[in-house]
């Protein structure tokens, strides 16, 4: 009787009480939700002979509650358990979004997620609500969780970052932003009247954290492919020297993957008469976890005076839901934490209750890679990053890749459905894409046969003046007509 319940139509699903349910289409990546005004905004974009175009783009308008499309949910009808009426439109919905996710996946190069990972073991946990509420390190009454995979992961992280058991402390997080306003709120504790400094390249949680606290925060230039220029950061500290500086060092940055000078940083400071009265946080979110296993690159470790690390979990290590790891130093946490009778656990924490589920899908692989397995995966990212750097530049198309990074940054595209069809992060003139262990050379190949022939249909439209880039990536980056 199920599969004769329903029969499918163009846009959706016909029960067998002749009612339409419309089935998920594939969302709009530029408008998941309605918030973009029809409107057209335009905006100047500078081509290669130092003419100016138009550009149209969507503007984002905040406040409104519109949603494009949107799967309902309704009460079930009262034979529905007898008919199954029901379980087959159900899985006829999720038939369809599996198909898109799997469609969507093809074409993921924009965003810094590894999508090659396999967790089927897993699955026999799923029927569980395993909850990692308060400290990882003090059992609280509610008995369902996995605390013990969670320290494990934790103690693998003090080791990569070199900070001993009895000094460290730390916890899974629900996300990379999570580890940044840990960090940040950390720092804040440890010097409540400190500044927070952070470079205009750090991701966009650094500065909501300073909203949130209402920390004062100073924004510090940066040099064009991205890293922090430690001349502005001197003079921006001998601005307020009376004040403790709280630092964000970001070991990757989000568009162009530059990477802080870490040791830089520590020497200015010290050399302002900072000495003792600073807190660093390193956002290593992507690269955090690249960097120990690139020869050569500069250590991110707690053998120098910072005082926090924090990294994604869904992103290099690849998770099918999103997690990060946080690490602190064990005396600096005291300083935030209270005790929770309800919870018989103590707090220190930004979220209450926990993904427990997170840690586990960590600790599995972890172990089933190791550092070798990760040294290879990195080995292997900078090598296609390096392929599609030399293949875009050969193919007259501006990139820049960064030495310590794997994010190519290379020309925006002139057409956004194929923005949108790749699913490339964008900014103002450039675009890039992050390769991932999960993004072969394969893949890249497709890539970039679509975009050179893209290109061409873009000229013959008159569309495919080669926009000037020097500004964003360095004059020997530019293939403009001027560079």
Not at 90 to 102: D, E, F, I, N
Not at 174 to 198: K, M, Q, S, W
Not at 224 to 240: M, N, P, S, T
């Amino acid at each position: 009787m199920v599969g004769s319940a329903e029969v499918e139509v163009e846009n959706g699903v016909v029960d067998a009480k002749g009612k339409v349910e419309e089935l998920p289409q594939e969302i709009d990546p530029i408008d998941p939700i309605g918030l973009i005004d029809q409107a057209a905004v335009t905006e100047d974009v500078e081509r290669g002979n130092g003419e100016k175009k138009r550009r149209s783009s969507r503007k984002i308008v905040l406040g409104k509650n519109v949603h494009t499309s949107c799967l309902a949910v309704t009460e079930p009808e009262t034979d529905d358990e007898v008919t199954g009426d029901r379980d087959a439109y159900m899985a006829s919905v999720l038939a369809r979004y599996k198909k898109t996710l799997t469609e969507r996946t093809k074409h993921h190069l924009g965003y810094p997620y590894n999508l090659d990972f396999d967790y089927g073991a897993l699955g026999q946990l799923q029927h569980f609500s395993i909850n990692n509420l308060g400290d990882p390190f003090i059992e609280s009454n509610y008995g369902v969780h996995s605390r013990q995979f969670e320290v494990g992961v934790l103690d693998w992280f003090a080791r990569l970052w070199e900070l001993e058991k009895d000094e460290y402390w730390g916890y899974i997080t629900n996300c990379g932003t999570e580890g940044n306003l840990h960090g940040i709120l950390v720092g804040r504790e440890v010097f409540p009247d400190g500044i927070l400094y952070a470079s205009q390249e750090s991701h966009y949680s650094v500065f909501k954290a300073a909203r949130m606290y209402r920390m004062e925060c100073v924004k510090v230039n940066t040099h064009v492919y991205g890293e922090i220029d430690c001349e502005d950061f001197r003079a921006k500290l001998l601005q307020h020297k009376d004040k403790p500086a709280i630092i964000n060092v970001n070991i990757g940055t989000t568009v162009k993957g530059a990477v802080d000078d870490l040791d830089l940083v520590i020497k200015t400071l010290e050399e302002t008469g900072f000495h003792d009265r600073f807190y660093i946080h390193c956002d290593g979110a992507l690269f955090g976890l690249m960097m120990p296993f690139v020869k050569q690159a500069p250590k991110v470790t707690f053998k120098k005076p910072i005082g926090s690390v924090s990294v994604s979990g869904h992103k290099f290590v690849g998770c099918p839901m999103p997690c990060g790891v946080q690490i602190t130093r064990l005396k600096h946490v005291n300083a935030l934490s209270s005790n929770v009778e309800y919870l018989a656990s103590r707090d220190a924490t930004i979220m209450g209750s926990r993904n427990g589920h997170a840690p586990i899908f960590l600790w599995y692989t972890l172990n089933r890679k190791g550092y070798r397995g990760f040294r290879k995966e990195v080995q292997k990212c900078l090598r296609n990053a390096h392929y599609l750097k030399d293949k875009l530049q050969d193919a007259g198309i501006g990139a820049m890749l960064n030495e310590l990074s794997s994010t190519v940054v290379f020309e925006r595209p002139q057409d956004e459905e194929f923005v949108r069809r790749w699913q490339l992060a964008c900014q103002g003139n450039i675009a890039h894409v992050v390769v991932m262990p999960s993004v072969t050379i394969e893949k890249l190949d497709t890539f970039l046969g679509a975009l050179v022939q893209n290109r061409l249909t873009w000229s013959e439209n008159g569309k495919g003046q080669t926009p000037c880039i020097a500004a964003e990536i360095g004059t020997k980056n530019c293939l403009c007509g001027q560079h």
